[in-house]
């Protein structure tokens, strides 16, 4: 079957390579992500994961390769032209506004020049300010929408970081380890988010904590060396003896 031909996929990467002074940190990668689905890669460190995220993004530029996203080639866009296409992606470290509350964080991020104006700016308010009222109520903040931001745990502000890209719907997903540095109960509400935001978009996820990959892992992809060493179920990924070897026995 030609993967390329084939216009169901939200992403599609083919044939994907990047070279930083002859080290191919991505090396030919073929990569599919279905329609509302959750999707991890692991992989050791070196592996290109976050290469992967800068690629799709547009942060880097390939030297090979094709990456399509709802069949529109992004390899050619600028990050903001893939932003307004409809991909999100949040980094590890979260960028908020601290000294804004969680409301006026998501105001902030909502996309305004998309979408038809309403011809009463009243209206407008109203349409932002329910659409914030319902992504906080998905983000577990709706009872701290006038907290400011920098008061928030650690957990809340990745959290309300997830909500300002929620806000301006994407279609696609990108999350590099969402859990890292979270208490164990703010991991089991993340997993449960994540798993609440896949329906009805893709999401992909980077991460370490191979318990929290276990959680929420509908496919697994595991990177090494720029290249796939396995893809599957998390009880496939477990019992590859590849996988065991390269990165589950450390």
């Known amino acids: 079957m030609n993967a390329s ?6 992403l599609s990467i083919e044939g994907l390579t990047v070279s ?31 290469t992967v995220l800068d690629l799709i993004c547009g942060k880097t530029k390939s030297t090979s390769g094709s990456i399509k996203f709802l069949n529109q080639e992004l390899t050619k866009l600028a990050e903001h ?31 305004s020049g998309r979408g038809v104006f309403g011809s009463i700016m009243f ?11 319902e992504i906080s109520r998905e983000i577990m903040l709706e ?20 909500g300002m890209l ?18 164990v ?17 893709s999401v992909l996820v980077i991460e ?7 959680r929420i892992a509908q496919r697994v992809t595991v990177l090494h060396q720029g290249k796939i060493l396995a893809a599957g179920d998390m009880e496939k990924i477990q019992n590859d003896p590849n996988v065991i070897e390269v990165y589950l026995g450390h």
Do not use: C
Not at 123 to 133: A, C, D, F, G, P
């Open 20 to 50: 930083f002074d002859g080290f191919k940190a991505v090396d030919d990668l073929n990569f599919y992500l279905d329609k509302n689905e959750l999707h991890v890669v692991i992989g050791p460190n070196g592996a290109g994961k976050t």
């Open 166 to 183: 929620l806000i301006q719907d994407p279609q696609l997903l990108m999350l590099d380890e969402p859990v890292a540095g979270m208490s």
């Open 81 to 111: 032209e893939i932003v307004r296409a409809g991909v999100g992606r949040k980094f590890q470290t979260p960028s908020i506004y601290e000294n804004l509350t969680v409301f006026e964080n998501l105001e902030v991020s909502y996309p």
């Open 143 to 162: 009872d701290a929408l006038e907290t400011e931001s920098g008061l928030l745990s650690h957990g809340q502000k990745q959290w309300l970081e997830i």
């Open 5 to 10: 031909a084939n216009t169901d996929f939200t």
């Open 185 to 201: 109960k703010e991991r089991e509400q993340t997993a449960d988010l994540l798993k609440r935001i896949s329906k009805g978009r």
């Open 208 to 214: 370490h904590d191979m318990d929290f990959v276990k």
């Open 123 to 133: 209206k407008r308010t109203e349409e932002v300010s329910n659409k914030i009222h």
